[in-house]
């Protein structure tokens, strides 16, 4: 029944905006709500249109928006798990059995399965244009965070993702929240030099006050 298929992929990945981004409650983000995997998707989506519009990349945008939002499915299945958490093998292995599972119903299935694939490789040039947006998006909202006074660096006992040799680092040489993840991406997820220039300027501004003043 193609009715049934339907509403239960629909109630399937409802659950992602239930499920709060590992790596917020890692830092222990003190807010009233924290971005849960749905918004960081439809973060990502709309960083996408915003990039492709203003640096006229040669893409199919509409792939980048349906990779953009199926890539994050397995997480229904196995979580939100960081690099600290499992390998990259591995993830890749757990999430391919994840995906099938989600899109097992569904009759284009193989078509979505292929199109995560290809987010994965990061050989094509949508695929690495989405990997980018999928990965700024998360350094622009540590940015939100920090000027929003959401981050105590002070208390991180039991964060391992600030035992990392390089993030340590970063920390002890007083750079706040936000920097440190944004220059931790810079330095990890070899951006070009638009998403890079991006990433660098929100750094040096106040996003939120910015955004404030246009909207007047």
Sequence with gaps: MKEKNVIEFYVLCNKLKDVVRTGWKNWGVNRFR???????????????IGMWSEFKYDI???KVLTMLAVHEVEEIVIGDLTQWQITKDEKLIKGK????KVFSK??????????????NAKQTKEAKFAYFCDKLECDLQSKIYDEEGCVDLNNQE???SAKDKDVKE???NGYSFSKMWQTFGLKKYNYDDNFANVSKYAMGVDILRESKDKQK
Excluded: T
């Excluded at 924290?34 to 996408?48: C, N, P, T, W």
């Excluded at 059995?97 to 099938?100: D, T």
């Excluded at 569904?106 to 987010?119: R, W």
């Design 106 to 119: 569904l009759g284009n299935a193989k078509k979505f399965e292929d199109l995560i694939d290809e987010f």
């Design 60 to 62: 199919d945008i509409a």
């Design 34 to 48: 924290v971005e849960s995997i749905a918004e960081h998707i439809y973060g990502a989506q709309m960083l996408a």
């Design 158 to 160: 039991n964060n391992n």
């Design 170 to 172: 970063m920390l002890e």
């Design 97 to 100: 059995e994840a995906v099938r």
